[in-house]
T-cell receptor, first 112, second 114 residues
């Protein structure tokens, strides 16, 4: 079956630090990969996506590259801000199902 | 344009009781999906409704049931509540045939079972 594994949090950084949140997956076929963000008290929002191998998704300074050879989709940002503090979820859709499989989420805390 | 709204925001119930959660989809959307997000976990798919019928269902027992109304709003019902049902329940809406990343999530209802 499909599964997503994320690094455990919380990840605590100072403002302007470099961010990496690791995500690896197991899937049947050729999945599409996503990162969602959940700010406190809000629903999940799509942050970025990649639908085929070697695609790079990007949004709001965040980037992630679909690496088929390592089955990974790590999230990166060069300089985080306090406003980036949230929970980040890696997810995939595969096998003809339009229902996403989510990872457990990684909490990011950014200090001024 | 109102996004996905859910009510109530928080709810406390006793083990064995029944609960109903409500969701209004984003304007223009006709499909509603429900997810359970336990503490420290990612959302788990419960079921999806379209044209007032359940289209897909995740690995949840029959205690979890739903309904969709002609105005596309939806309810999630949980019977015989267990302590393990304590979670954030998320509703997501979309337009039939759209891509899976084109669903919009509501803020959720936090259910606590004591």
């Amino acid at each position: 079956g499909n599964s997503v594994t994320q690094m455990e949090g919380p990840v605590t950084l100072s403002e302007e630090a470099f961010l990496t949140i690791n995500c690896t997956y197991t899937a049947t076929g050729y999945p599409s990969l996503f990162w969602y963000v959940q700010y406190p008290g809000e629903g999940l929002q799509l942050l970025l996506k990649a639908t085929k191998a070697d695609d790079k998704g990007s949004n709001k300074g965040f980037e992630a590259t679909y690496r088929k050879e390592t089955t990974s989709f790590h999230l990166e940002k060069g300089s985080v801000q306090v406003s980036d503090s949230a929970v980040y979820f890696c997810a995939l859709v595969s096998g003809g199902s339009y229902i996403p499989t989510f990872g457990r989420g990684t909490s990011l805390i950014v200090h001024p | 344009d109102a996004g996905v709204t859910q009510s109530p925001t928080h709810l406390i119930k006793t083990r064995g009781q029944q609960v109903t959660l409500r969701c209004s989809p984003k304007s223009g959307h006709d499909t509603v999906s429900w997810y359970q997000q336990a503490l420290g976990q990612g959302p788990q798919f419960i079921f999806q409704y379209y044209e007032e019928e359940e289209r897909q269902r995740g690995n949840f027992p029959d205690r979890f049931s739903g309904h969709q109304f002609p105005n596309y709003s939806s309810e999630l019902n949980v019977n015989a509540l267990l302590l393990g049902d304590s979670a954030l329940y998320l509703c997501a809406s979309s337009l039939v045939g759209s891509q899976p990343y084109e669903q919009y999530f509501g803020p959720g209802t936090r259910l606590t079972v004591t």
